[in-house]
T-cell receptor, first 115, second 109 residues
Framework: DVKVTQSSRYLVKRTGEKVFLECVQDMDHENMFWYRQDPGLGLRLIYFSYDVKMKEKGDIPEGYSVSREKKERFSLILESASTNQTSMYLC??????????????FGAGTRLSVL | RKEVEQDPGPFNVPEGATVAFNCTYSNSASQSFFWYRQDCRKEPKLLMSVYSSGNEDGRFTAQLNRASQYISLLIRDSKLSDSATYLCVVNRHTNKLIFGTGTLLAVQP
């Protein structure tokens, strides 16, 4: 079974703090993704990575950065947290061999509140 | 206009009922299609892929109509455990999935 682990289920931070969300997968997947999920807006892609040290912007990258130093780990960074970044953050991974199946496996999510 | 549109529901149905959800997508270049299921406060999980010829997995049937750009999911003999949000998902290209906002199904005893 694929396991995608997010370091925290719940986080509370203050405006202006630097926030790190960590994600680890154990299936040697090449591709990893960060989404946020908000009511009425669904899942929106923030950033993804198709290899170590490689990254691409998703649909809403503003205010976020990412780091992929090791294949199994993909970090999402909020340089200066703002209240509009309060959301559920979901990490996902996908193997390169999935091809057209395009199955993404998700972590349990981190619910971030920025006060 | 959203790239993937779904009726948010809720669909309240009795156990044993048949229920169908539709989803429309706007990008005619979309290549592959999926239904994911998301339980309350849990992560999304793949329910089934959707193929042009239609496909079935037990009580679940998925259909794709490329000409009209819509996807459907039919659930027969609904169970209480089917209660969840069903996400319609379309891929824009290899690494990008576009998620609908989901349809909430509540199966009543």
């Amino acid at each position: 079974d694929v396991k995608v682990t997010q370091s925290s289920r719940y986080l509370v931070k203050r405006t202006g703090e630097k926030v790190f969300l960590e994600c680890v997968q154990d299936m040697d997947h090449e591709n990893m993704f960060w989404y946020r999920q908000d009511p009425g807006l669904g899942l929106r892609l923030i950033y993804f990575s198709y290899d170590v040290k490689m990254k691409e912007k998703g649909d809403i990258p503003e205010g976020y950065s990412v780091s992929r130093e090791k294949k199994e780990r993909f970090s999402l960074i909020l340089e200066s947290a703002s209240t509009n970044q309060t959301s559920m953050y979901l990490c996902a991974s996908k193997g390169a061999l999935e091809g057209a199946k395009n199955i993404q496996y998700f972590g349990a999510g981190t619910r971030l509140s920025v006060l | 206009r959203k790239e993937v549109e779904q009726d948010p529901g809720p669909f309240n149905v009795p156990e044993g009922a048949t229920v169908a959800f539709n989803c429309t997508y706007s990008n005619s270049a979309s290549q592959s299609f999926f239904w994911y299921r998301q339980d309350c406060r849990k992560e999304p999980k793949l329910l089934m892929s959707v193929y042009s010829s239609g496909n079935e997995d037990g009580r679940f049937t998925a259909q794709l109509n490329r000409a009209s750009q819509y996807i459907s999911l039919l659930i027969r003999d609904s169970k209480l455990s089917d209660s969840a949000t069903y996400l319609c998902v379309v891929n824009r290209h290899t690494n990008k999935l576009i998620f609908g906002t989901g349809t909430l199904l509540a199966v009543q005893p």
